[in-house]
Every structure is written in structure tokens, then in C-alpha cells.
């Protein structure tokens, strides 16, 4: 178990140094820190703190994963969550006041859960299939974040809003610490408890899991809870960074992001174990990707075609198929018998709508 | 008899999948007008056998003759070709579409690259009519028909193909009385025909009731072809689980037991009448007291499973009833019977026990951690102790709780699940082929601890295609056959002998 | 044994006749239910709005969906198989984008719509070899082509091009006059006689029925002796062809490329194809029905449109609550089965 927890991290680790030392030949300074008015400063720094809201959604993305599931619709519940919190903060009678802007993170992160519940009800008490039933939100959700904001882009000044995506604590910035905060109330949650090992069981052997008495209902409804609240603490971070709601662009294609720091990050798309841990290296190597291109003067627009090939690549690698492939390669080519696999044996069971 | 030259020749045939020799040598015959029927217990070989025959598999070596010519099969398409149609006990066809559709998938009569509707109309009328189904729209969905129909409608298929061999997997598992009766008319008009039938069914009176010869398999090996007229009930049952006349009748008796629960005048812990499940299992009664082993005989698919997925809710009853401690109760789901304090190890352990990438530890105490909720973990301590104490006790190895269960053996995977339920302190445990698969060492201590847990007073539910096992540890015998319970035996001086007589009994 | 002559009918429990004619009818049930959710919502428009009653606000609803309707003719072979294609808007927006570029350096029409069509059938096709071949889940695998498409669109560039060749120009103004002074674009017939083939290929070719087969029961199919890894891999280079032909038809119609284009796009053609009456688990559903499907949410925009007072964004929540309720309908449905 500790070969293989180790095997699944140091790819991605080893993975991330390398980008790190690629930055850093092109760009001297690239590691370097240093401390401004009280702040920290560096390309690290940078990196971590752009990446911040991305890490979110994919910690609750990895949850949602292990249990066989998806969750689409967290770039919708990003923009609704914004969309919340400034609407209220531009229509209370105080909009500069810190009250304000803690009540309008209040109900920012209210919608959210609210969202998660409904994808957790559509998918563990009616039966929906996750990419389905999470598709539903991803299309209206867009639309209500719209109806939130009347189809404009609310700026909103209010400088306890705007800490917290662009603000600093102990020479840190805020949004790294609240994401450092989830990341331990995630790790504690599901290790403490024994929702980690649940969530896994469901994932790894649901038809066993049923066996044993395990409810996936619960678990089920949970782990989409927690992906929608996380993702509405990224649409804060997000709106609060240029202190504005944009119902259109915020957290446009951010759950492909996640979906790809999970993948990275060494949690199978097929359900079961996960690390979360990985998760948040896969997400710093994608955000470092991002870097890299700007450093090596790549045209930024390139790198969505990046992003693209890297996902194929690793889901290449973790297909049983293209394993099988490869180590038939090495082993040279076999005698073309055919043998049965898991799909052809088993009589086809149709996914449920 | 027609001594002619077989339409199916299979000789020599070997397929192994990892780990396991599916087929060894096995050779098969198949004439034409004839039903044959192809028999052997679960895992046997029958469907690797059949699918090696219809192009699912690919066979290692040997060679598969058919109407004369050689074959090598590597998908269904080309079986087909070769005159081979297939119908599986789960009707292989789409519900999705009409019965013409089903009847001429993938050979409809094209017009100019087009569909030629009015012909397959016409064409399947045709067949449907050969068949004495004239009454069937051929417009109509195939989900709006009944299972039997759905399969005399995939003979049509074969038929229309024009079929030389016609291949019936379990095609009775789910028909009732009246229905298996005209799926044998049309059987038996097919075989008139001409056509080489092979049927694989579990069902023992089916097979004396229908076919003309039967080859017999055992562990993947050929055991023999036989004239089903000459071989008795008996013989078959023998020489399905491979124990000859004489060796039974010299097998040592199973000390009779009388344990305390019934003998005590306790209540019986669970009692079922009638229970039953549509397309399962049927009338099945059943107590068991405290403190009592009761064993379920039969042969493999006879039915036992069903009935220690009903007593576990694993699947819902629809008749009969079951009361546990004299309360009646539905059991909706797995989690309401261990609520009531069952527990229940699984015949299949890789698909329906092991969590096969968590720890030995996560393995061990899930089912208690399930009972308690996600919210109250236990704590590491007593997970500690607990596992402490059932490495030691049922010598699991390696003794480390860490290790992944995929990468223990099957005897240790076993006691890992068997100690998940024991730390629930389960009222009744049902133990479905707790030592199928695994080595003699583990495979002692796991009959030793069942009869050390019923001396404690824990009820326990024994399944086991072992008779000799089964004789040996129960104080009473269910005997399972054709899928549902024919006879209930108290285990005082009976035989393996007698058990298996009351096994071939039954129509006689 | 008894001789053929002798054998009575079978007993066989038979499903009266007007038990089997609901049944029947079940299939088409779904399509239907849409069919009058859009004659209802045109009866509403026009008893609120008196100019909606006409038949070029009915004939608009298609010249202003052209390209949705051919999405959802390839959406529908997709999802038919129980497979699900999330490229499509991506690739709407590729081929635009390609066509805008190339037509500026001064390429001939004909050849950059050949070569569209060839890199749209072409990314559809490798698609589909992947999801068959590495057995990798197809929402992930769209998934991975809509980036590949979408950054491919920014490669070439991030600015809008306007498209003045006088071919496309043209195609853009002209208008096909019908009787009752109403008219139609070229772009119109060429969407309604992909309707028609994909119609004819879907009901009338062993290919069509492969695709029915394989969504009601891929493992049947296969025992069956059809071609299931073709078709299954020929249905996803069908459908990048189709969004091939919808990036042209939007390039028609808005005469510019632009790489943030048809956004969203797919949700609207899976959307439209889930509305009319398509199961996302494969097997059942009717390529016409996706048309209706694609009406009904040109309606909605129309309705809001007319309205004035509505915004724009309620079209995304009303589809998105359309498509809730018909998942919604299929799980009765699934459950009743």
C-alpha cells in the first residue's frame, strides 16, 4: 500500500519539479521570493494563488470522482455564487461594509450547498447518471446566474469582498490560506471519519459496498454537497479577485480543469481510491503549465491545445486497454488469441438516466 | 441414432483465462436431429464450451469441426455463417426494437443497399408461422412480450438463418410450467427437422425429459457422452461431482448432532414459508434455531444462493413470508437484514466481498463501520484490537492489516471476510461456499470455527457444493433442486448416498 | 413425437390488442408529448402576440436553428448508441474558424468547405477510435476533443474574422421564395434534406438499425454478429461531420469566425435531442423528434423575443428545466419497463 500511495503521487510530483526546474533555467528568478510591505511575492506565489480556485473545485471534484460520479456543473455554480454575493452586497444599504460582505459569503456559500443537495438528490435518490443529471445545471445554471446579476457585470466595492481573493494575511494571500483551510477540513472530514474509506468502498466495489450494509445513498449525497460548496467558495475568490460578477466568463471551462487536476493527480476516472494530495499537485501543474507557456513565450493561446493532449495522454495511460497494449508490446506480441474481457462477459447492465 | 458424421466435432479443446484452466481436452459431439444435452455444475466448462462454439472465445488448441469443414471462430458472426445460432438465458436480443427486427438483424432483405420492409414483413410472418406464433405482430416492440416468447422469438432468428445447430443456454430458468411446455413442442419439431440441438439447463427432470444424449463435464474436463436412457439420475449426479457408487457408500457418516437451541425449546431465530422470488426461487420453508447449522444441498445452480440472497435481502422476496425471532419482516435491503443481525458471505468473492484496493484493516471492520454510519468512525484503537485479535485468531497472513486484500490468497481473503461479519456479532450467519477455492489448511479452520460459533449459540445458514462438508457440520439438510426446496433431511446417520437420492428423486 | 400437422398452437399468454397498441404507441409517446408542447407554445404565442401567428415567424424558427438542427441530426446517431458527444459547439466554432481564415487568404470556397468537412469527419473519426479501441468513457474523450478544438480555434486566432467572400455572402442573403410571400434560406434545405437522409439511414439501412440495436443492447448486438465497433466508431465521425456542416451553415449566418462562437452549443443540440424524446441511455428516440426538439427551443427564444420584458438568459433556465423534466420523464419511464 505504501509502494503503491507513493507509486501514485510521484509521477505527478515528479512531474510538477520538472516544470518547476524548466521555469526556473528559462527564468533565474522564477523560485525566488521575496517580501514586499509585508507581502510575500514570487512566481510561486503567483501560481498558487491563481490556481487557488481551480484546487477547490477539483478537492471536491476527487470526492465526487471516487465515487464513480462527475460533477459539470461546478463552473455554473461558480458564477451563481458571485452572482449572489455581489447582487446582495450592490443592493444592501451598506454595500462597503464587512457585515455586508461576510453575510454575502454566507449566502454564496447557502446557494452552493443548496446546489450540491439538488445534484445529490437528481443522482443518489432519483437515479440520474451524474454527467446527466449534473448537465442540467451546468445549462440553467448559467442562466439563473444571469437572472442574479440582470444580465450585467455587477462591480461591487467592498475591501473585505475583495480580500478575499486579492488580500493578505500573515504575508500570505488569503485565498491561499482558505484554500489551505478546505484542503485540511477535506483531508480531516473524510480521514477522521470514516467517510474516506466509505466513499472509497462505494467507489471501488459498489455491488460488495451494498453487501456490507453501506448506504451509499448518504455518501453519495455528500460528496456532491461538498464539490458544489467548494465550488461556491471559488466563485467568491474568483468575483472577489476582479471584485466584479461576470455570470458569462466566470469559471467558464473550470471544471475541465479540475476534472484534468484529478485525472493528474492520480485518482482514476473509474471511481475508487483517491488522494488529495494529488489532486492539489495535479492542479499546481496545470496552473504551472500555464506559467511555463507564458515563460517559454509560447502564444498563450496555445495552451488549451496543451491542456487537450495532456488529458488524452493520461487517460491513455490509465485505460486498462492501452495498459494491456503496452505490456503486450514489451512482452511481444502474442499468438492472436482473444480472451474474454470484463465487457464481453458481463451481460451489458444500462446506466440509469 | 443416426451413426452419420457428427454436424459438430469438437475435439481436444483447451481455453485457459489467467489462473484458471477453463477447458482441458474436453471433446464433444453434436448429431444432427438430435437434443443433446450438455451437463455439468457451475464452472464445469458448459459456457466456455459454448461460447468457444459460438465465437465469444477463442480457443488455445484443438479443433472444432463443423458439417465436415474446419472452423476457427474468433467473433459470433462467423459462427453464425457457419450454420451455429445462440439462444442465451438472458435472451439475447433488443427490447428496443420489433420482432421483426429482432428476427432479421443484420440480415434484413435489401432492395438496391435498402431495407426491403414489405420482406421482412413477409419473411418473418413466415417464420413466426413455422414456429406457431402466427398470433405475434411482428410490428410489435419486443418488450411489450413475455420472457417466453422473447425466446421462441430468438429460435425464430435461428430458424430463419436456416440453422444447422441451435444452441439453448438455460432457456428455461425463468419460464413457467406451461411455457417450458411449449418451448419443448417447438424443441422437439426443430429436432424433427433435423436440427442438431444442444441444451444446457440446470434443471434435471428438463433434461430426462428432453434430450436424446448428454455429454458430461467436470472442472473443465470431459467426464463422458452418454445415452440419456441409460443413465440413471444417479450415475449423472455422481459423475457431475465426481464421486463414483462405491467411494459414497464408503464415506464415513457424519457424526449426528443435536444441538442445544431447538433441543432447548428456544424459538427459532429465522423462519420463512413459502418464500420465494419470480424468476428465482419458489417455496422455500425454512427455520433455523439458535445455536443450529443448517445445510443447504444441491447441486451448483439448484438454487441455494437465491435463497441466501432472499434470507439476506439482498433481493426483495415478492411471496411467502419470513419472520425473524417470531416478528414477520420484509427485508428491503442488505442493510435492514444486518440491522437484524445477519450477516452474509457471498459465494463470489472478488465481485460481491472484497473492496479489493482497501486494507485488510477497512476490509475487516466495514461492515461494522457501515452499521455505525460515516459520521462515527472507529476509533483507530479498537480497529486495532479488533483486527489484532482476528489475525490472530483465524491466522490470517500475512498478519499485516495494511496489506491490500486483492493481494492476499483466497483462503485469507476468506477469513478477512468471514471475521468482517463475526466483529458484528451477527445472530445468524450465512456462509455461502466459505471454502470453495481455497487451500485444506484455511479450509479446516474455517470448518472448525463454524462449529465452534454454533456451540456458542450463533445460528448459522451453510452452503457448499461439498456434501461431505455439508454432512459433516449441519445439524439439518435443505436439499435445493430445480430452484426450489424439495426436502428437508435431519442429519442423523445420513449419507451423502441418501442426500444424493433425494436430489435425483423427485418426478420419479 | 407428434408429427408437425398434429401440433396445436401454443398457448401463449397473448397481450390484447389494445394493450399492445398503447405499448406500441409508447414509443413515439415522448416525441409526441413535444410535438404538442410546441403546438401549444406556438397556440400561446399567437393568442398573446397577434404577429406570431404567421407562417414566417414559423419558418424563421428554422432558418435561425439551421446549424442546430444538423448538431442534432449527428447528436442524435451519438446518443442513440447510449454514447454522448461534447465536442460539437467546439468543433461548430473550429470549422468556422477555419473557413474565415482560409477564405481571407483568398482560398476558394469549395475547397475550404471540402476541407472542413474533412477535419471535422476526420476529429470525429479519431474520437470515436479512441472510445472504441482504449475503451475510455466517450464523455471524456469529447471532452478532450472540444479542448483540442476549442484551443485550436484560439491558435488561429483570438480576434473575429469577418468573412466577405461573395459565395458565403450570398448563401448569408439569399432567400428562397416559397408561395403566400414567405421564404426560406439555401441553408433551410440543405439542414431539412440532412433531416431527410439521416431519417432514411437511421430506418431504412442495416447501418441505422445497428445504431438502435447497439443503444438497446451493445452485448446483443455483438452476439448477434453485427457491426458493432464499426458503427459505434462511424456514429462518432458522423457526428464531428455534422458539426462540420453546422460551422458552415453558423458561418452563413453570422458571416464572421470567431473562436469563442457557439459556446455552450452542445448542451443546446443534447438538449434539444433529450427533448425530442430521445433516451440518453440509447435505443429509442427518432431523428425528427430531435428537429422538434431543436423548434422548441427556437420558440423559447422567439417567445422571448416577443416578450420584450423577458431577458435573454431565461432561454438557458427554460431549456435547462425542458431537459430537467424530460430526464425526469425518461426515469418514469425506465422504471416502468
Known amino acids: 500500500m505504501k509502494s503503491l500511495m507513493k507509486n501514485r503521487i510521484a509521477w505527478p510530483v515528479i512531474a510538477l519539479t520538472l516544470l518547476l526546474l524548466l521555469n526556473q533555467i528559462f527564468r533565474p528568478d522564477f523560485l525566488s521570493l521575496r517580501m514586499q510591505d509585508g507581502h510575500l511575492y514570487g512566481s510561486i506565489i503567483d501560481i498558487m494563488r491563481n490556481g487557488a480556485p481551480t484546487i477547490l473545485i477539483a478537492l471536491g471534484m476527487t470526492l465526487v470522482i471516487a465515487t464513480r460520479g462527475i460533477d459539470l456543473s461546478v463552473g455554473a455554480v461558480v458564477a451563481i455564487a458571485g452572482a449572489a454575493s455581489c447582487a446582495y452586497i450592490v443592493a444592501s444599504p451598506e454595500p462597503a461594509s464587512p457585515v455586508t460582505a461576510a453575510t454575502a459569503v454566507l449566502i454564496a456559500v447557502i446557494a452552493g450547498l443548496l446546489l450540491g443537495v439538488w445534484n445529490g438528490f437528481l443522482v443518489s435518490t432519483i437515479g440520474v447518471q451524474p454527467i446527466i443529471a449534473t448537465l442540467v445545471l451546468m445549462t440553467a445554471g448559467r442562466g439563473i446566474a444571469q437572472l442574479i446579476t440582470g444580465g450585467q457585470i455587477i462591480s461591487v466595492s467592498n475591501d473585505s469582498y475583495k480580500s478575499i481573493g486579492a488580500g493578505y494575511l500573515l504575508t500570505l494571500p488569503i485565498s491561499i490560506l482558505i484554500t489551505a483551510a478546505v484542503f485540511v477540513l477535506a483531508a480531516v472530514l473524510t480521514r477522521r471519519t470514516a467517510l474516506g474509506t466509505l466513499i472509497e468502498a462505494v467507489g471501488i466495489n459498489p455491488v460488495a459496498s451494498r453487501l456490507a450494509g453501506i448506504r451509499a445513498r448518504n455518501i453519495i449525497w455528500i460528496v456532491y454537497v461538498f464539490s458544489a460548496a467548494c465550488a461556491a467558495i471559488a466563485g467568491l475568490m474568483i468575483s472577489s479577485n476582479v471584485t466584479a460578477a461576470d455570470a458569462n466568463n466566470a469559471g467558464l471551462y473550470i471544471e475541465m480543469d479540475a476534472i484534468l487536476a484529478v485525472v493528474i493527480g492520480g485518482t482514476s476516472l473509474a471511481g475508487g481510491r483517491y488522494t488529495l494530495v494529488g489532486t492539489v499537485v495535479g492542479a499546481f501543474i496545470i496552473q504551472t503549465l500555464t506559467t511555463t507557456v507564458y515563460t517559454l513565450g509560447i502564444p498563450p493561446e496555445v495552451t488549451l491545445v496543451f491542456k487537450a493532449l495532456v488529458v488524452i495522454t493520461v487517460c491513455l495511460l490509465q485505460a486498462p486497454k492501452a495498459r494491456n497494449l503496452l505490456r503486450n508490446l514489451k512482452a511481444g506480441p502474442k499468438p492472436g488469441s482473444k480472451k474474454p474481457d470484463s465487457k464481453e462477459l458481463g451481460s451489458k447492465e444500462k446506466v440509469a438516466v | 441414432m443416426n451413426e452419420i458424421v457428427p454436424v459438430v466435432e469438437m475435439t481436444d479443446i483447451a481455453i485457459g483465462f489467467p489462473g484458471v484452466k477453463a477447458l482441458d481436452g474436453v471433446d464433444f459431439r453434436l448429431f444432427q436431429g438430435e437434443v443433446h444435452a450438455l451437463m455439468g455444475e457451475n464452472g464445469a466448462g458448459k459456457s466456455t464450451l459454448i461460447k468457444a462454439l459460438t465465437g465469444v472465445y477463442t480457443i488455445d488448441s484443438g479443433t472444432i469441426t463443423v458439417l465436415g469443414a474446419p472452423q476457427q471462430f474468433s467473433t459470433p458472426a462467423e459462427s453464425q455463417a457457419a450454420g451455429i445460432s445462440t439462444v442465451y438465458q438472458e435472451v439475447n436480443l433488443c427490447t428496443n426494437l420489433t420482432v421483426e427486427e429482432n428476427v432479421l438483424l443484420g440480415r434484413e432483405p435489401r432492395r438496391r443497399g435498402t431495407i426491403d420492409w414489405k420482406g421482412v414483413r413477409s419473411r418473418t410472418r413466415e417464420v413466426l408461422a413455422e414456429l406457431h406464433l402466427g398470433h405475434v405482430d411482428p410490428g410489435s416492440l419486443l418488450s411489450s412480450h413475455s420472457i417466453a416468447v422473447q425466446q421462441l422469438i430468438a429460435i425464430a432468428r435461428s430458424v430463419e438463418i436456416n440453422a444447422k445447430v441451435l444452441i439453448l443456454d438455460e432457456p428455461t430458468s425463468s419460464l413457467d410450467a406451461d411455457e417450458v411446455n411449449q418451448l419443448f413442442r417447438v424443441i422437439r419439431d426443430l429436432r424433427d427437422r433435423g436440427v442438431a440441438i444442444l441444451f444446457v439447463s440446470h434443471f434435471l427432470e428438463q433434461v430426462y425429459e428432453i434430450s436424446d444424449r448428454m455429454t458430461v463435464l467436470r472442472n473443465g474436463k470431459l467426464v463422458g457422452e452418454y445415452m440419456t436412457r441409460d443413465l440413471s439420475r444417479m450415475e449423472l449426479i455422481s459423475r457431475m461431482i465426481g464421486k463414483d457408487m462405491e467411494a459414497l457408500a464408503e464415506l464415513d457418516h457424519a457424526p449426528a448432532r443435536t444441538r442445544a437451541g431447538s433441543a432447548a425449546g428456544l424459538p427459532p431465530f429465522l423462519e420463512t414459508s413459502g418464500l420465494g422470488r419470480k424468476g428465482s426461487v419458489s417455496n422455500v420453508d425454512l427455520s433455523i434455531y439458535p445455536g443450529e447449522v443448517v445445510g443447504l444441498a444441491g447441486l451448483l445452480g439448484a438454487g441455494r444462493t437465491e435463497i441466501a440472497r432472499l434470507i439476506f435481502g439482498a433481493d426483495r422476496a415478492d411471496e411467502g413470508s419470513l419472520k425473524i425471532k417470531g416478528d414477520s419482516q420484509k427485508l428491503r435491503s442488505p442493510r435492514t437484514a444486518i440491522d437484524k443481525r445477519i450477516g452474509f458471505c457471498s459465494e463470489d468473492r472478488k465481485e460481491e466481498g472484497l473492496i479489493g484496493d482497501l486494507s485488510v484493516r477497512d476490509n475487516l471492520v466495514l461492515a461494522m463501520q457501515a452499521s455505525k454510519g460515516w459520521a462515527r468512525r472507529i476509533p483507530r484503537r479498537v480497529q486495532d484490537e479488533l483486527v489484532a485479535e482476528y489475525i490472530a485468531t483465524l491466522d490470517i497472513r500475512p498478519a499485516n492489516p495494511d496489506a491490500l486484500i486483492r493481494n492476499l490468497s483466497g483462503g485469507n481473503q476468506q477469513k478477512v471476510l468471514l471475521a468482517r461479519w463475526l466483529v458484528t456479532s451477527p445472530e445468524l450467519l450465512i456462509l455461502d461456499e466459505p471454502t470453495r477455492g481455497i487451500d485444506i489448511g484455511a479450509k479446516t479452520q474455517i470448518q472448525k470455527l463454524v462449529n465452534k460459533l454454533a456451540d456458542e449459540g450463533m445460528s448459522i445458514l451453510f452452503i457448499s457444493s461439498e456434501l461431505e462438508e455439508v454432512l459433516r457440520l449441519s445439524d439439518r439438510i435443505a436439499v435445493i433442486k430445480d430452484r426450489a426446496m424439495v426436502a428437508e433431511i435431519k442429519n442423523d446417520d445420513v449419507s451423502v448416498e441418501d442426500v444424493m437420492t433425494v436430489i435425483a428423486g423427485g418426478a420419479q | ?337
Open chain 3, 1 to 337: 413425437m407428434s408429427p408437425l400437422s398434429t401440433l396445436t398452437p401454443p398457448t401463449v399468454k397473448k397481450p390484447s390488442p389494445a394493450r399492445s397498441r398503447i405499448r406500441g404507441g409508447a414509443r413515439y409517446a415522448p416525441t409526441l408529448a413535444t410535438l404538442g408542447l410546441f403546438i401549444a407554445m406556438f397556440a400561446v404565442g399567437a393568442g398573446m402576440y397577434p404577429s406570431f401567428l404567421s407562417g414566417q415567424v414559423f419558418l424563421n424558427l428554422f432558418i435561425d436553428n439551421t446549424f442546430l438542427i444538423v448538431l442534432a441530426v449527428g447528436m442524435t446517431f451519438v446518443i442513440l448508441t447510449g454514447g454522448i458527444d461534447l465536442s460539437v459547439g467546439a468543433v461548430v466554432a473550429l470549422s468556422m474558424m477555419v473557413s474565415a481564415t482560409l477564405l481571407q487568404h483568398g482560398w476558394n470556397p469549395a475547397a475550404v468547405i471540402i476541407l472542413v468537412l474533412l477535419i471535422g469527419g476526420g476529429l470525429g473519426l479519431l474520437m470515436g477510435l479512441i472510445i472504441q479501441y482504449f475503451d475510455i468513457q466517450p464523455f471524456i474523450v469529447t471532452l478532450a476533443g472540444m479542448f483540442l478544438a476549442r484551443g485550436l480555434c484560439y491558435v488561429i486566432s483570438l480576434d473575429s474574422i469577418p468573412v466577405t467572400d461573395e459565395f458565403f455572402t450570398n448563401m448569408a442573403q439569399a432567400q428562397i421564395p416559397l408561395p403566400g410571400d414567405l421564404f426560406v434560406s439555401p441553408g433551410v434545405l440543405l439542414a431539412l434534406a440532412i433531416v431527410a437522409i439521416a431519417f432514411f439511414v437511421l430506418h431504412h439501412t442495416r447501418f441505422g438499425r445497428t445504431v438502435y440495436a447497439i443503444g438497446g443492447n451493445e452485448h446483443s448486438a455483438m452476439l448477434m454478429g453485427l457491426a458493432v465497433t464499426r458503427t459505434k466508431i462511424l456514429v462518432y465521425a458522423l457526428s464531428g461531420l455534422c458539426s462540420a456542416i453546422a460551422g458552415i451553415l453558423f458561418s452563413f449566418y453570422s458571416l464572421s469566425g470567431y473562436s469563442l462562437a457557439a459556446q455552450g452549443m452542445e448542451l443546446d443540440a443534447i438538449a434539444a435531442v433529450v427533448i425530442g424524446g430521445t433516451l440518453l441511455t440509447g435505443g429509442t428516440g427518432y431523428v425528427l423528434g430531435s428537429v422538434v426538439g431543436v423548434l422548441v427551443l427556437g420558440i423559447v427564444q422567439t417567445f422571448i423575443a416577443y416578450d420584450g420584458t423577458l431577458s435573454s438568459w431565461w432561454t438557458k433556465i427554460v431549456i435547462g428545466g425542458l431537459l430537467l423534466v424530460f430526464i425526469l420523464l425518461q426515469r418514469l419511464f425506465a422504471r416502468r419497463a
